[in-house]
């Protein structure tokens, strides 16, 4: 049985004041069963050790992306190193925010995957169509091309979580119903099945993400190939609480 991992992406969200108030009212007041759920938080990278220290229960700390690079001259970026330093477990990787505001390619994502493994980081990766690529049947040919630079790389796919976010789904208010999640969800598994192995396919988690919210969760969780969310919006709010509360697997 895959354990539910719900995510919360903070984004460029949230101040000092924020990280306090939030951890100390919300996240520190969920509770759940970590033998049967993941809860993983990803503020800013200048929050992070912050956001570790208060949170008191088994909630875990993601960062939002890492460089490319290693330690030296890289004014401005922050390694995968540093985070294991810091005590960072998680990292997102390859969010559609990185892919078109920052140009970063399925390539450049599969390389951090890797760059994250190298340090014992576990990746929540990110996938997913536009809505002009759904309009044209092209999600799965988007998808497959993402996944497939992934396994160029030969990763170790017990230290990722896919993340199926369509594009146009993300803060849009727009959620996927939970039939078109499944869908992809199930050709996302159908994929890993052929191209990886069964054991993989059967252990991945595939986790939905796109407008998420208290009232869409528990019908999303039902279906078989949805293991979890990754949330925006939802995760700054006290709505997160009910998410992790209510997404458990029957
Ligand atoms: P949203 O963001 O829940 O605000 O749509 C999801 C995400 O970008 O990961």
């Not at 220290?53 to 909630?59: E, G």
């Not at 996938?127 to 002009?132: A, R």
Request: net charge positive; hydrophobic share 40%; with cysteine.
């Amino acid at each position: 049985m895959r354990k539910v991992f719900i995510g919360g992406n903070w984004k460029s969200n949230g101040n000092l004041a924020f990280c306090k108030k939030h951890c100390e009212e919300v996240l520190n007041k969920i509770s759940f069963d970590k033998t049967k759920t993941e809860v993983v938080v990803s503020p800013l990278s200048i929050h992070l050790s912050l956001v570790k220290d208060l949170i008191k229960n088994d909630i875990q700390v993601s960062a939002q992306n890492i460089s490319l690079t290693k330690e030296g001259a890289f004014t401005g970026e922050i390694s995968a190193i540093a985070m294991k330093d810091l005590g960072i477990n998680w990292t997102i990787l390859g969010h559609s925010e990185r892919r078109t505001l920052y140009g970063e390619c399925n390539e450049t994502v599969a390389n951090k995957v890797i760059r994250a493994e190298e340090q014992g980081l576990n990746s929540i990766a990110c996938i997913g169509e536009t809505k002009e690529q759904r309009e044209k049947n092209e999600t799965m040919k988007v998808i497959q091309a993402q996944l497939q630079a992934i396994k160029n790389v030969k990763p170790d796919w017990s230290k990722i979580v896919l993340a199926y976010e369509p594009v146009w789904a993300i803060g849009t208010g727009l959620t996927a119903t939970p039939d078109q999640a499944q869908e992809v969800h199930n050709e996302i598994r159908a994929w890993l099945k052929k191209e990886i192995s069964e054991k993989v396919a059967n252990e991945t988690r595939i986790i939905y993400g796109g407008s998420v919210s208290d009232t869409t969760a528990g019908d999303l969780i039902k279906k078989n190939d949805i293991d979890g969310f990754l949330i925006g919006g939802a995760a700054l709010k006290p709505a997160f609480k009910k998410i992790v509360e209510d997404s458990k697997k029957i």
